[in-house]
């Protein structure tokens, strides 16, 4: 196998770039026009000294290219397949299929409708409507027969295939000729062993021999076809396990064993890898692991704090990459996380074709390529030049491979695990801005509170329900709960100003992904309310833990700050303090249901309990006041107000 070109992909660049797929070959970087988008496969050989590979275009266009920036085969190809270890390469135009030289020439025309990769000499290809029948590499027919299944020839000479005559799969020699009559309900290819998977009726697998003897009796709900390592994964009513080629277990049945192995390691649960010696030795302990990919390496957290930086210069668990052998190496310090397929849900990107790196993200946004050893083998980064900003890749000595053009659409990489502060901001703006987001909720507060005291024609029950001023949120418990309220607490919810400034939540399938994701986003929630809760107490003084504004919600814990009214509820200047006080209250809440968990931190302004009586004194002795507000408040004696549930 000759060396493979690296590719690198610019995720910093969010629009369309007119580069695409950087290929990194011998020292220098290389790109195509029309831009690369993605490569099939391995390059290889084309005899001639050079390399060719399947590729695509970011217009979708398919062609062959090789490794010196050029297209071999014009990207004017619906589909190109990759060599694999063969000499033709299956490529479809204009609706059909055939198959491509090494030199970039066809070798076979296009004429068939499907066509399936050359193994062993022989190919099968889709003549007409439900009907496969076998080539040679000269594309003629290699024999008579006529099949509506028709699977790849393996190493002894024998592919499945199943007869236009017959709802049974057999197994026929090169000559076409049937070894095992047809008399399966499936059947798996031998895949290079003595053994293949098949069974007699559906959901009833066991394994026969090259004369279609069972040498493990049909009892399993599946067989997967053997794998590199000579075993295939197997299902049945008490769990998953692997069978070797005699039809013994190497596991004990399980629920949750991946069916993907890698150099005989296979993951079970989010942080156990088996091997068929039993649980591979982890040099280091982690907390959630990936399946290892087709260069032995997966990535792993380990929940130890001290091995790496966030953004603030925090120090917090550490990524790494684990191989096979159970050696698990830290990433670079400077390595925050994985850098995310999808931000909001933590899908992490595959490898590029023949490339075996994975990228992360720094504290300082630059994308690591890290290598099977996580060392460094390419940074890249967005810098500012005098016409704006553009994307430059270095390699591990810090040589400047390339740049790009200057582009308006780069852009600083998400993180899931570790995101910036403002990821779990919800009704906030930067945290700078929290003391006007303070001043606000006092405003509407006393706005609302000195109408319920002054304007006898405001109906408190209508307005609470028309002119609600919080909005519909989801995972609000209290809001969830509203048709329940009695009148006093409808009255005290109106009155309070709430906003939720912070929220996390994530799914059952992000949840089941990663069993570690609670744990850390409750910590980020931690960390971001002490950060918040230290700006209020630097612009407003130390909080108390017990306040008594009207609608505070039992067995939750609060901070919270007191505030003198800005203008009296009325002319009696011998007003206690208490009654004439707004509180401004965090508080957290969180909660889990259906797989799914969320958290928030919540600011809340309200009238104390005294402040609110008040009010509302002031409000029964004006004329006109409404008849169900006198019965809500018809005298001035004190009254227990309720909290929320």
Same mark, same amino acid.
């Given at each position: 196998?000759?060396?493979?070109?690296?590719?690198?992909?610019?995720?910093?660049?969010?629009?369309?770039?007119?580069?695409?797929?950087?290929?990194?070959?011998?020292?220098?970087?290389?790109?195509?026009?029309?831009?690369?988008?993605?490569?099939?496969?391995?390059?290889?050989?084309?005899?001639?000294?050079?390399?060719?590979?399947?590729?695509?275009?970011?217009?979708?266009? /398919?062609?062959?290219?090789?490794?010196?920036?050029?297209?071999?085969?014009?990207?004017?190809?619906?589909?190109?397949?990759?060599?694999?270890?063969?000499?033709?390469?299956?490529?479809?135009?204009?609706?059909?299929?055939?198959? !491509?030289?090494?030199?970039?020439?066809?070798?076979?025309?296009? $004429?068939?409708?499907?066509?399936?990769?050359?193994?062993?000499?022989?190919?099968? %290809?889709?003549?007409?409507?439900?009907?496969?029948?076998?080539?040679?590499?000269?594309?003629?027919?290699?024999?008579?027969?006529? *099949?509506?299944?028709?699977?790849?020839?393996?190493?002894?000479? !024998?592919?499945?295939?199943?007869? /236009?005559?017959?709802?049974?799969?057999? #197994?026929?020699?090169?000559?076409?000729?049937?070894?095992?009559?047809?008399?399966?309900?499936?059947?798996?290819?031998?895949?290079?062993?003595?053994?293949?998977?098949?069974?007699?009726?559906?959901?009833?697998?066991?394994?026969?021999?090259?004369?279609?003897?069972?040498?493990?009796?049909?009892?399993?709900?599946?067989?997967?076809?053997?794998?590199?390592?000579?075993?295939?994964?197997?299902?049945?009513?008490?769990?998953?396990?692997?069978?070797?080629?005699?039809?013994?277990?190497? *596991?004990?049945?399980?629920?949750?064993? @991946?069916?993907? !192995?890698?150099?005989?390691?296979?993951?079970?649960? &989010?942080?156990?890898?088996?091997?068929?010696?039993?649980?591979? /030795?982890?040099?280091?302990?982690?907390?959630?692991? &990936?399946?290892?990919?087709?260069?032995?390496?997966?990535?792993?957290?380990?929940?130890?704090?001290?091995?790496?930086?966030?953004?603030?210069?925090?120090?917090?668990?550490?990524?790494?990459?684990?191989?096979?052998?159970?050696?698990?190496?830290?990433?670079?310090?400077?390595?925050?996380?994985? *850098?995310?397929?999808?931000?909001?849900?933590?899908?992490?990107?595959?490898?590029?074709?023949?490339?075996?790196?994975?990228?992360? %993200?720094?504290?300082?946004?630059?994308?690591? !390529?890290?290598?099977?050893?996580?060392?460094?083998?390419?940074?890249?980064?967005?810098?500012?030049?005098?016409?704006?900003?553009?994307?430059?890749?270095?390699?591990?000595?810090?040589?400047?491979?390339?740049?790009?053009?200057?582009?308006?659409?780069?852009?600083?990489?998400?993180?899931?695990?570790?995101?910036?502060?403002?990821?779990?901001?919800?009704?906030?703006?930067?945290?700078?801005?929290?003391?006007?987001?303070?001043?606000?909720?006092?405003?509407?507060?006393?706005?609302?509170?000195?109408?319920?005291?002054?304007?006898?024609?405001?109906?408190?029950? &209508?307005?609470?329900?028309?002119?609600?001023?919080?909005?519909?949120?989801?995972?609000?418990?209290?809001?969830?709960?509203?048709?329940?309220?009695?009148?006093?607490?409808?009255?005290?919810?109106?009155?309070?100003?709430? $906003?939720?400034?912070?929220?996390?939540? #994530?799914?059952?399938?992000?949840?089941?992904?990663?069993?570690?994701?609670?744990?850390?986003?409750?910590?980020?929630?931690?960390?971001?309310?002490?950060?918040?809760?230290?700006?209020?107490?630097?612009?407003?003084?130390?909080?108390?833990?017990?306040?008594?504004?009207?609608?505070?919600?039992?067995?939750?814990?609060?901070? /919270?700050?007191?505030?003198?009214?800005?203008?009296?509820?009325?002319?009696?200047?011998?007003?206690?303090?208490?009654?004439?006080?707004?509180?401004?209250?965090?508080?957290?809440?969180?909660?889990?249901?259906?797989?799914?968990?969320?958290?928030?931190?919540?600011?809340?302004?309200?009238?104390?309990?005294?402040?609110?009586?008040?009010?509302?004194? &002031?409000?029964?002795?004006?004329?006109?006041?409404?008849?169900?507000?006198?019965?809500?408040? @018809?005298?001035?004696?004190? $009254?227990?107000?309720?909290?929320?549930?």
């Amino acid at each position: 196998m000759p060396k493979q070109p690296i590719l690198i992909e610019n995720h910093l660049e969010t629009g369309p770039s007119s580069y695409g797929l950087l290929m990194v070959h011998e020292g220098r970087v290389i790109t195509y026009s029309p831009p690369l988008a993605s490569v099939t496969g391995a390059f290889c050989e084309d005899g001639r000294g050079g390399l060719i590979a399947a590729a695509r275009t970011q217009g979708g266009g /398919a062609g062959y290219i090789n490794a010196g920036g050029d297209w071999l085969v014009a990207p004017a190809l619906a589909d190109a397949r990759s060599f694999g270890a063969g000499t033709l390469a299956r490529y479809c135009e204009d609706g059909l299929w055939g198959y !491509m030289g090494l030199d970039g020439t066809p070798a076979l025309a296009p $004429r068939w409708r499907l066509a399936q990769d050359f193994q062993h000499g022989l190919a099968a %290809v889709l003549t007409g409507q439900d009907t496969w029948r076998y080539i040679d590499q000269r594309g003629q027919f290699a024999f008579a027969g006529e *099949f509506i299944n028709a699977t790849a020839f393996s190493a002894n000479g !024998m592919a499945a295939a199943r007869p /236009a005559s017959s709802e049974k799969f057999g #197994y026929l020699n090169r000559h076409g000729a049937w070894v095992i009559e047809p008399c399966f309900a499936a059947a798996m290819p031998f895949a290079g062993h003595p053994v293949a998977p098949a069974a007699r009726e559906q959901d009833r697998f066991g394994l026969i021999d090259a004369a279609g003897a069972w040498l493990a009796q049909p009892v399993h709900r599946y067989i997967a076809p053997f794998n590199a390592d000579g075993l295939a994964w197997c299902t049945g009513a008490q769990g998953d396990t692997y069978l070797d080629t005699s039809g013994n277990q190497v *596991f004990a049945l399980r629920t949750g064993l @991946s069916r993907h !192995m890698v150099n005989g390691v296979v993951r079970v649960g &989010a942080d156990t890898y088996l091997t068929r010696h039993g649980v591979l /030795a982890v040099t280091a302990g982690i907390g959630w692991g &990936a399946e290892f990919n087709e260069h032995g390496m997966a990535l792993a957290l380990t929940l130890e704090d001290g091995h790496m930086l966030d953004r603030e210069g925090q120090e917090m668990p550490g990524w790494g990459i684990l191989r096979t052998d159970g050696r698990f190496t830290l990433a670079p310090p400077e390595s925050m996380e994985p *850098f995310p397929l999808d931000p909001r849900r933590g899908r992490f990107l595959p490898p590029q074709a023949n490339t075996p790196l994975a990228v992360f %993200v720094s504290h300082d946004d630059t994308l690591l !390529m890290l290598d099977r050893d996580a060392r460094i083998a390419f940074r890249l980064c967005i810098e500012q030049g005098g016409d704006g900003q553009y994307s430059a890749l270095y390699d591990d000595q810090a040589r400047l491979l390339w740049t790009s053009p200057v582009s308006a659409t780069l852009k600083a990489p998400e993180c899931f695990f570790y995101p910036a502060a403002g990821f779990l901001y919800d009704e906030l703006d930067p945290a700078g801005h929290l003391a006007e987001v303070v001043r606000a909720m006092l405003f509407d507060t006393e706005q609302k509170l000195q109408r319920l005291a002054h304007d006898a024609q405001f109906g408190i029950d &209508a307005c609470a329900r028309q002119d609600r001023a919080e909005p519909e949120r989801a995972h609000d418990d209290e809001q969830a709960d509203d048709e329940n309220d009695d009148a006093d607490l409808r009255i005290a919810k109106f009155i309070r100003t709430r $906003r939720r400034i912070v929220h996390f939540y #994530y799914d059952k399938e992000a949840g089941d992904r990663y069993g570690c994701l609670g744990w850390l986003r409750n910590e980020h929630l931690y960390e971001v309310r002490e950060d918040l809760q230290g700006k209020l107490y630097a612009q407003f003084g130390d909080g108390e833990s017990d306040p008594d504004f009207i609608g505070r919600t039992d067995n939750t814990f609060h901070t /919270a700050w007191p505030f003198e009214l800005t203008a009296p509820l009325t002319d009696d200047a011998a007003v206690a303090p208490e009654a004439k006080r707004l509180w401004i209250a965090m508080s957290q809440s969180g909660g889990r249901g259906d797989g799914d968990e969320w958290g928030s931190l919540w600011l809340t302004c309200a009238p104390s309990i005294e402040t609110l009586e008040l009010a509302l004194r &002031a409000r029964s002795r004006r004329p006109g006041a409404h008849g169900a507000d006198r019965e809500l408040r @018809s005298t001035a004696s004190p $009254r227990r107000w309720p909290r929320s549930p």
